[in-house]
């Protein structure tokens, strides 16, 4: 029996051993769903704190509830561990290690080249190796084909290789890592047989394509084209705040047409991983075949001068109250990337704190959920503790982060200028609530009732 047929067996069997190397966004939901499905899974990452906390049973992800970990864990399936030697023991392997970009905007795959390196002392023929890292075309082959053909291994017949790029959405309530579709592109056809018998246990559709160049290009494209659509939208709400025109009414009439539209709203920047790496990497890789994507460069800049419109928005605010930035008193509402989670990753709130401080206003931030990050200085900065009394000290709040769980009434009866970029305040008209996308004015009464 060769060595596709036995690794094949025991996928089917579920007697095959899995390692997820990377306990984070992807990689610990993804372990979880493995062990669901009956695999024994060993849970690999460098950070020691990770897995002090996971043996314990305490999840630091927003998906995995303390109680999913504990099962996981009563099962006597799900072992934990910063130790690659746990490599031999197992069957198949999934990559899910973060691949930043580097000060120059160029793709940062050195996470994926040391897993490679930690894991090749202990690696046996007969392995399947899956990449989710979210990378440029041609990784897969490049960083790790490469290597394996050195190691005297030959893929689709001792070694088995894939790339599946992850598609993890944070906070999600419709869809989870079992239930979204799953690009999966083999080296050979062996590659791809194999890789999709195994994902099929814990992923309700596997998509097998013809190669991980595909695979990789798939997962670019998704990302490209939201930050591409989500620089359109920015751009028309500049438009439409000097033609005195509330984009958001605008988007909500063009989404009532039921073909031909795609809803996108504008917002203070774009944060996570995908949408502010992913078209970089893309961008990147092209230029090596002498391509260069206009679209792409263009979108980066406009997303990327967000927090700097919205700076300029609150300095407009205050201007009307007869204030400047510097010296104020500001307030940050919500510091997460998106709604009622506290991944803080690439988040526009964190490069807004770091503006407002930089023309001199002293910057506060409230998140129920994203309670402190590290700032440019390399200090801790905690969220304030929430009282509506003491927000009344602030001389203007921005809406950064739209979380469900915000007091909108209070917020909005505090009579604090508010500069909301995400809509939030769409059925309060008080004066004093200014959105992005929309003219902010001179109100003479509101001046008027501010002076008595």
């Not at 033609?243 to 539209?261: C, L, N, R, S, Y």
Request: aromatic residues 10%; charged residues 25%.
């Amino acid at each position: 029996m060769g060595f596709y047929e036995q690794l094949s067996q025991k996928i089917e069997m579920k007697k095959a051993s899995i390692g997820v190397i990377g306990m984070g966004y992807v990689g610990l939901p993804l372990a979880v769903e493995m062990v669901k499905a009956g695999f024994t899974v060993c849970g690999i990452d460098l950070n020691e704190e990770k897995i002090h906390s996971l043996a314990n049973g305490k999840s630091y992800i927003n998906d995995i509830s303390d109680q999913d970990l504990q099962e996981c864990l009563d099962t006597n399936r799900f072992f934990p561990t910063n130790e690659y030697e746990m490599v031999k023991e197992l069957d198949a392997i999934s990559i899910c290690v973060p691949t930043p970009l580097s000060e120059n905007q160029d793709p940062d795959t050195s996470y994926i080249t040391s897993v490679i390196e930690s894991i090749k002392p202990y690696m046996k023929k007969g392995m399947l190796v899956t990449l989710e890292s979210t990378t440029y075309p041609g990784t897969t082959d490049e960083l790790i084909l490469k290597e394996f053909h050195r190691m005297g291994y030959e893929p689709g017949n001792d070694i088995f290789l894939c790339y599946s790029p992850e598609r993890v959405d944070p906070g999600n309530e419709s869809f989870h890592t079992n239930n979204v579709p799953k690009v999966m592109g083999g080296i050979t056809e062996n590659c791809n047989k194999v890789g999709k018998l195994l994902y099929s246990n814990y992923i309700e559709n596997v998509v097998p394509v013809s190669s991980p160049k595909v695979a990789e290009m798939s997962k670019l494209l998704e990302n490209t084209f939201r930050s591409i659509n989500i620089a359109f939208v920015n751009e028309m709400a500049l438009m439409c705040e000097r033609m005195d025109i509330d984009v958001w009414e605008v988007i909500d009439a063009a989404a009532t047409k039921p073909f031909g539209f795609m809803k996108f709203q504008p917002g203070p920047g774009i944060g996570g991983h995908c949408i502010p790496l992913d078209p970089m990497y893309l961008s990147w890789k092209a230029k090596g075949f002498r391509f260069y994507s206009k679209f792409i460069d263009l979108a980066q800049s406009i997303n990327n001068n967000m927090p700097d419109v919205v700076v300029g928005k609150t300095s407009q605010v205050l201007n009307i109250y007869g204030k400047s930035i510097n010296s104020s008193k500001i307030l940050i509402l919500g510091m997460a990337y998106k709604p009622n989670i506290s991944d803080l990753r690439e988040s526009p709130g964190l490069y807004l704190y770091e503006l407002y401080k930089e023309h001199g206003a002293n910057v506060d931030y409230y998140d129920p959920h994203a309670h402190s990050f590290i700032d440019d200085d390399g200090f801790i900065v905690d969220s304030i503790s929430y009282s509506a009394e003491e927000l009344k000290q602030y001389d203007c709040m921005v809406l950064v982060t739209n979380h469900s769980d915000f007091d909108y009434d209070e917020l909005a009866n505090l009579d604090i200028p508010i500069v909301d970029t995400r809509n939030a305040f769409k059925d309060y008209h008080q004066p004093h609530i200014h959105k992005l996308g929309t003219t902010s004015k001179v109100n003479k009464k509101h001046q008027e009732s501010i002076a008595l």
